[in-house]
């Protein structure tokens, strides 16, 4: 006979603990003191086992059937129920441990070693910055798309709207690799891709400001010259000018990956001068960083060769060509350059000019050259020099046969030093500046 509601409640204590039985393995186990208890008694792997419900009335005769029947299943599936409650006891543990800043720097730390520095730094500090304070502490399985909606509206109020859509996609990506550690469920992931409709539009881009225009450029640089900025950062305005290279790969640059100067030798030719830029410090897609095809090889005109020289002078013992002011074995930071262009010459090239602009420059002024010459061959070695994929040239294909066009493009850039140069102070001067100072 299976047990009734009547029967549980009339059991009374005795002198020693007894049982009494419902059916399948369910049993009441009574105390001496009164306590009601309910039990489950089944055989695994050849063994007879028990597995504690709960008490009674915290647990009642319904509630105790389907814990015994799920436990049931479980033997169905070749499970130890004993072993399973221990685990579910074990995951809410680790569950509650694992707070949104956990994971979060569990993920930082995964993902930081395919990121340079600066965009590593900058992803951290967005989580400091905008997620931490609201829910960082909050364990993961707890938080719902309302929180992180919260903390996304934040970011739009003070006008970064772009910044709003990375944060969520890094709030995505986190919470992925939770549901990859089972704490949390499929569902609150698609709640978060939900939230790309709540957020505000993207407002439409426009392009960075940019000189287009010989005299205009010569105009800045001379400026650059006589800027109060430091050497090293003139000189870096210098090197960007002549490679046109993005300002992300120019300051974090090692003298590891310079070719074919011979630094005891101030006036050897250097015909074959080349900067080897690595796949993973480019601006690629990130399974593109691993591959060496991708990384980007700058020909050196005569002009940048020089430029190297006086840097070397000044940096030369640090790992960088530009070291941070605070730490030589840092970089410089991303705003060096940025902050003169805007300052140098009562601001006269505020909102006209930034680092990134000498790319709009080269592709607007060696596009033009060729047109007006007929090279309609330069075209595609501008694309190259710019480290961009060629139309209809596919991406593997760029990779393996850009090589083959070394010689052009060196020439190319040969002659974009020529133009934006003359005129200018030798880099040497530059270093004899400051020595006077």
């Not at 028990?50 to 049931?72: E, H, N, T």
């Not at 995951?91 to 340079?116: G, N, Y």
Request: hydrophobic share 40%.
């Amino acid at each position: 006979m299976t047990l009734t509601i009547a029967d549980i409640k009339n059991a009374r204590s005795k002198a020693r603990t007894y049982k009494l039985t419902d059916a399948h393995g369910l049993f009441l186990q009574v105390s001496p003191a009164g306590t009601k208890s309910w039990r489950f008694r089944y055989r695994h792997g050849g063994k007879e086992r028990l597995l504690s419900f709960g008490r009674y009335p915290q647990i009642g005769l319904a509630a105790a059937r389907v814990a015994r029947d799920d436990a049931r299943d479980l033997l169905l599936e070749g499970k130890d129920p004993v072993l399973e409650k221990r685990r579910e006891r074990q995951r809410k543990l680790d569950a509650a441990e694992a707070t949104f800043r956990r994971v979060s720097d569990e993920w930082l730390s995964d993902h930081a070693p395919l990121w340079s520095l600066s965009n590593a730094t900058r992803v951290r500090n967005r989580f400091e910055r905008d997620l931490y304070p609201v829910f960082g502490s909050t364990p993961i399985g707890m938080i719902e798309s309302s929180d992180i909606l919260r903390a996304l509206r934040s970011i739009e109020a003070r006008g970064s709207i772009e910044t709003a859509k990375r944060v969520r996609g890094y709030v995505r990506s986190v919470f992925k690799k939770a549901k990859g550690e089972q704490l949390v469920t499929v569902a609150m992931i698609m709640e978060i891709d939900e939230l790309r409709d709540a957020l505000k539009p993207a407002r439409r881009g426009r392009r960075q400001p940019a000189l287009t225009t010989i005299p205009e450029l010569l105009d800045l640089q001379q400026c650059v010259d006589r800027a109060k900025s430091s050497v090293a950062i003139k000189l870096a305005s210098r090197l960007l000018a002549l490679t046109a290279v993005r300002i992300g790969v120019l300051r974090a640059a090692p003298w590891t990956e310079f070719e074919g100067i011979d630094w005891s030798k101030p006036d050897a030719c250097c015909e074959k001068a080349i900067w080897r830029i690595p796949a993973e410090r480019m601006k690629l897609e990130l399974e593109d960083k691993f591959n060496p095809g991708f990384g980007h090889d700058v020909p050196l005109s005569s002009q940048a060769v020089d430029v190297l020289r006086a840097i070397r002078v000044v940096t030369g013992t640090s790992p960088y060509l530009f070291p941070n002011a605070k730490s030589w074995r840092e970089p410089m930071t991303d705003a060096a350059v940025s902050c003169m262009y805007k300052r140098m010459a009562n601001a006269r090239f505020k909102n006209r000019m930034v680092p990134h602009g000498w790319r709009s420059a080269f592709s607007t002024i060696m596009n033009e050259r060729a047109a007006e010459l007929e090279r309609d061959g330069d075209r595609v070695m501008i694309d190259m020099i710019l480290a961009h994929v060629p139309e209809g040239v596919s991406a593997s294909e760029w990779a393996y046969n850009r090589a083959r066009y070394l010689k052009p493009r060196r020439a190319l850039l040969q002659v974009w030093a020529d133009l934006i140069t003359a005129g200018l102070r030798e880099p040497m001067t530059l270093l004899a500046r400051r020595s006077t100072r």
